[in-house]
């Protein structure tokens, strides 16, 4: 029973398209993470949503909208889609009840966009 | 801010050999530290991690020692296997905060 699973895995459409990448865990966390991985394997944190609220928001643009209907729950909306937006796209999440800095991340297995 | 710095890969080694990647940090606050590890074609996964100065973590005959006084947390291995092969994450999360700071990572190849 997969702990952070998102859809699709691999995504391939054309510049200007929107698509959606979803996210879910079943591991009762409270914090839901978007990072964006390029060519050369660098993590950018985009969002984060605590139990359904909007904690972090890194410089991303507008074109990039999170939507956390629950707290097991984060989907990735990206409209006018445009070639830098080829990259990994991963979902992570972590139990945070007590904001200790020793809970760790767990990670989605990655959905893969490509923007021709 | 906080940061993470991590050495520059690629490291290419023969199976057997001694593995260190170089990870050393900056923390407003007294962070936790962590090791995460990418298979190709995979997510990141928990390698292991150290919540406080002095402490040690170890997984699958991988150790990192969490110095305060050096502000470092390098990754060592005894004896390298093919399958060691991956891109290595150094990370640190400060408490009372939410974000998770990574390093850039470093390109591990094994070869037989």
């Known amino acids: 029973d997969t702990a952070v699973s998102q859809t699709p895995k691999y995504l391939v459409t054309q510049m200007g398209n929107d698509k959606s990448i979803k996210c879910e865990q079943n591991?009762?966390?409270?914090?839901m993470y978007w990072y964006k991985q390029d060519s050369k394997k660098f993590l950018k944190i985009m969002f984060s949503?605590?139990?359904?609220?909007?904690?972090i928001n890194e410089t991303v643009p507008n074109r990039f909208s999170p939507k956390s209907p629950d707290k097991a729950h984060l989907n990735l909306h990206i409209n006018s889609l445009e070639l830098g937006d080829s990259a990994v796209y991963f979902c992570?999440?972590?139990?945070?009840?007590?904001?200790?800095?020793?809970?760790?991340?767990?990670f989605g297995a990655g959905s893969r966009l490509t923007v021709l | 801010g906080d940061s993470v710095t991590q050495m520059e890969g690629p490291v290419t080694l023969s199976e057997e050999a001694f593995l260190t990647i170089n990870c050393t940090y900056t923390?407003?606050?007294?962070?936790?530290l962590f090791w995460y590890v990418q298979y190709p074609g995979e997510g990141l996964q928990l390698l292991l991690k150290?919540?406080?100065?002095?402490d040690k973590g170890s997984n699958k005959g991988f150790e990192a020692t969490y110095r305060k006084e050096t502000t470092s947390f390098h990754l060592e291995k005894g004896s390298v296997q093919v399958s060691d092969s991956a891109v290595y994450f150094c990370?640190?999360?400060?408490?009372?905060?939410?974000?998770?700071?990574f390093g850039t990572g470093t390109r591990l190849k094994v070869l037989a």
């Open positions: 992570a999440s972590s139990h945070d009840r007590d904001l200790s800095g020793a809970n760790v991340l767990t």
């Open positions: 591991l009762g966390h409270d914090t």
């Open positions: 949503y605590n139990n359904k609220e909007l904690i």
């Open positions: 923390a407003t606050g007294y962070p936790s």
């Open positions: 150290a919540t406080k100065a002095d």
């Open positions: 990370a640190l999360r400060t408490s009372g905060t939410y974000k998770y700071i």
